[in-house]
């Protein structure tokens, strides 16, 4: 489902933040990327949506060649993506359904299967009921949750989550990352970046470790 | 279709919202533009007024000849010849005196005083059209005429009328220029306006284009933004030619009056009226486009 092959990337000025990274990512599979900081975990998740792109390489998603993908063509590759940040990216001069209905926005639906959906995600991150709240009323683990549903509102076959659990306690972390573990388990891929390796390992599942640009360690359960 | 129908909707009432949310910025934005755009487009309407005056008067080649009070049908007679004989002269008419006074009756306001002449003052004359229109040959005919004997006045009728015509197209000139001097104003103040609200929205615009919005799709309530400022320009505008024509018809109808004509500067036409708002809003959509293809590159999600 997404290859990377040979995939460098040197930011203007800067030094190589990978460096000949190959790797392969199966449908249905949830990966761990960890790393200390500044490994590239960040930078190798970004190439994936074409947020970044490649220095030499390429980087292939769904047989699609994002490496040389036009830029008119990126919005569409995005919407089969989830994505989840690290500073979850949320409007907080917006209620939280109209967070949701950002990307349904521009997905075409009727406004009755909008809506519908924007519930249906909101339920399933546990946030029913708060439509009308504001995300800056939100616990930290709540709008962590709340970027997780804007991410899976149009129903990604990916989703892509850099350090979703950076800035919460254990428990909120762990509800978190219950919840890309419950996506995973109806078929969606999971691509999830931490150092928390505790985290990593009770859950038992492939990690990619990466250290100095390269892929140090990939490890199946 | 429906659903690009869809997404102009959703577009055109963001953009509502956001006019909305502009309040007095938004306000005086309108403002400007109206205000820039009602110079050319009274300036127009002042024009079309003036043109309409100068359109009831000949403007062909036309002198008019007045023989000397006492001159004989002979004489009369003898010039009608000379006049038919000149190869610069198209057609002549002869105006009796008679039918000059029965002309002069019909005008309005001026049947009691004709009434309480106790002669007629008016000779006889002729109407002479002049094969060539150019004023400096009516010039020289008229000259040439002026030394007949028999003749005591020549007027050149289309000389001032060719003459208001002439400033009433300067003027339209003046007025195009103007209208295009502005509406680069106008492009620029729609700019302006759209460049603060892309800055003011920067961080929606970049997670919308993470999570997969096109370019098209942030640039419309925009492109809608800036035409709904150009058409609130416009009737800004359409709304100041009215009120200051309504107030100059005060006066001029006054004056007019003066003249026994009940002339007044009419308001712009239907047709005039929609090319102002049309003009206005593809304007605010111009400046919107240019703006937003300028800053929205410059907004890439990181």
């Known amino acids: ?221 | 279709m429906r659903s690009w129908l869809r997404q102009h909707r959703r577009a055109l009432i963001a953009a509502i919202g956001k006019l909305a949310a502009q309040k007095a910025s938004g306000v005086v934005s309108a403002l400007v533009i109206g205000v820039a755009l009602s110079l050319p487009a009274g300036g127009y309407a002042l024009l079309e007024g003036l043109s309409s005056l100068a359109s009831g008067v000949a403007l062909e080649p036309q002198i008019s000849v007045y023989l000397k009070p006492g001159s004989t049908k002979d004489d009369a007679h003898a010039l009608a010849a000379r006049l038919k004989a000149d190869a610069r002269i198209g057609r002549v008419r002869f105006v009796p005196r008679d039918e000059a006074l029965k002309e002069l009756k019909a005008t309005e306001g001026l049947a009691d005083v004709v009434d309480a002449l106790d002669h007629n003052p008016l000779p006889d004359a002729f109407v002479v059209l002049a094969r060539d229109s150019s004023p400096v040959t009516l010039a020289a005919l008229a000259a040439e005429l002026r030394r007949v004997p028999s003749v005591a006045h020549v007027q050149a009728d289309a000389v001032w009328a060719r003459r208001l015509a002439s400033l009433a197209r300067l003027g339209r000139l003046a007025v195009l220029l103007l209208a295009a001097l502005l509406a680069f104003g106008l492009v620029a103040v729609t700019f302006n306006t759209i460049r603060l609200q892309i800055l003011t929205q920067r961080d929606e615009i970049e997670v919308s284009k993470l999570i997969g919005a096109t370019d098209a799709f942030i640039r419309r309530p925009f492109l809608y933004l800036g035409l709904l400022q150009g058409l609130a320009g416009g009737a800004l505008a359409l709304g100041i030619v009215w009120l200051g024509l309504y107030l100059l018809n005060g006066e001029v109808r006054t004056l007019a009056q003066t003249y026994g004509s009940s002339f007044r500067f009419d308001f712009l036409a239907r047709g005039d009226s929609s090319a102002v708002l049309l003009f206005a809003g593809a304007l605010g959509w111009l400046g919107a486009s240019l703006s937003v293809s300028r800053y929205l590159l410059e907004i890439q999600p990181k």
């Open chain 1, 1 to 221: 489902m997404i290859s990377f092959s040979a995939v460098s990337k040197r930011y203007p000025g800067g030094q190589d933040v990978l460096k000949g990274v190959s790797l392969s990512i199966d449908a249905g599979e949830l990966v761990f990327i960890t790393g200390h900081s500044g490994a590239g975990k960040s930078t190798l998740l970004k190439l994936i949506p074409a947020i970044e792109r490649p220095s030499t390489g390429s980087v292939i998603v769904n047989g699609q060649n994002v490496s040389a993908l036009r830029p008119a063509a990126i919005p569409f590759l995005r919407r089969n993506l989830g994505l989840v940040f690290q500073d979850q990216k949320l409007l907080y001069d917006r209620s939280v359904y109209e967070n949701l209905m950002l990307p349904l926005s521009f997905s075409n639906l009727a406004p009755r299967e909008a809506a519908r959906r924007a519930r249906a995600a909101l339920d399933k991150v546990g946030l029913l009921g708060r439509e009308k709240a504001n995300p800056i009323q939100l616990s930290g683990g709540e709008q962590q949750r709340l970027a997780i549903a804007r991410a899976v509102v149009n129903r990604p076959a990916v989703l892509i989550a850099d350090e979703p659990t950076a800035n919460l306690d254990a428990e909120a972390a762990r509800r978190v990352l219950e919840i890309f573990v419950a996506f995973n388990q109806v078929g969606v891929t999971v691509l999830l970046a931490t150092h928390d390796l505790a985290l990593v390992t009770h859950y038992g599942r492939r990690v990619l470790r990466l250290a100095s640009g390269h892929v140090a360690e990939d490890s199946a359960p």
